[in-house]
């Protein structure tokens, strides 16, 4: 028979995304990108001139453009999984019976609506990417087409700096433009990229609740070591005490040290009187 193996394979090893940091995308090839979430405008609704103009300030933002970019276009239902259970629990802490039913019908009615139109919430982003080959050629083709499992050609941390380094003027050159059309952008940060990538990996999963990152990065088991340093354990005190006689308190070691001085001086001059009384008598 052929012995079970335990399946070390998991559906991260065909994502090309390494690891998600400070609002950066660090790609398994070592190459990275950052995501700009921009806002819409209705174009119908404006006049000719302000659709030329828009026409001119787009035309004029694709010829300031040395690097490649990507715009992405996501349609998805619409999620009210928040405003539902929102309601629902409204609908909990409601003591009238009639405003309550009213309450549920409109939550049905909502989730119904959404469902059989298919309301969908488009957004709009634009993907600026750093390739790898852009911070060592020969190193990341190599670790490209290395088989085995893929490793990233560099350090992260240096990955990281490369691409602050990289995107950050191209990011700050795009958004200048977008303000030119009339539209506004802002960097997604981690927390909110690690829920796009989760929403695009897993569609049947709507209203899905994230925690904070810092949460993501802690050990699940952390040490609780004390940096103290060691201390020998006290002198050990009598079990028990004679019923009716209250404990003393310990003596400190310098009061010892005192009191057996005092009783060596008593016992020497004792000594000297009984000498010389001695004496005086054979006289």
Do not use: W
């Amino acid at each position: 028979m052929i012995p079970a193996q335990a399946i070390r394979a998991s559906t991260q090893d065909h994502l090309e995304i390494e690891d998600i940091k400070e609002g950066i995308v660090i790609l398994k090839d070592g190459g990275a990108c950052l995501i700009i979430a921009v806002t819409s405008i209705n174009y119908d609704l404006l006049s000719e001139k302000e659709q030329e103009a828009i026409i001119y300030a787009y035309a004029g933002l694709l010829n300031s453009l040395n690097f490649p970019i990507q715009i992405v276009i996501r349609s998805q239902l619409k999620d009210v999984s928040s405003y539902i259970n929102l309601l629902n629990d409204l609908a909990e802490k409601e003591t009238r019976p009639l405003i309550k039913e009213q309450i549920v019908k409109y939550a049905k009615f909502v989730a119904e609506i959404v469902k059989k139109n298919n309301v969908l919430d488009k957004k709009f982003y634009i993907v600026i990417p750093m390739s790898a080959l852009e911070i060592g050629a020969t190193k990341a083709f190599v670790s490209t087409f290395s088989p085995g499992k893929r490793r990233l050609p560099f350090d992260k941390a240096y990955i990281l700096q490369k691409a602050k380094i990289n995107l950050y003027p191209k990011r700050d050159h795009i958004l200048r433009q977008l303000g030119r059309l009339g539209l506004q952008g802002r960097q997604l940060e981690t927390k909110e990229l690690i829920k796009l990538f989760f929403e695009i990996y897993n569609p049947q999963s709507p209203g899905q609740q994230f925690a904070e990152v810092e949460q993501y990065q802690k050990p699940l088991v952390q040490s609780n070591l004390s940096t103290e340093t060691f201390s020998p354990p006290p002198t050990p005190q009598p079990l028990s005490q004679p019923s009716g006689e209250e404990s003393a308190p310990p003596t400190p070691p310098e009061k010892n040290k005192e009191d057996q001085h005092q009783i060596f001086e008593k016992i020497n001059n004792l000594v000297k009187q009984t000498t010389a009384a001695g004496e005086g008598e054979n006289k």
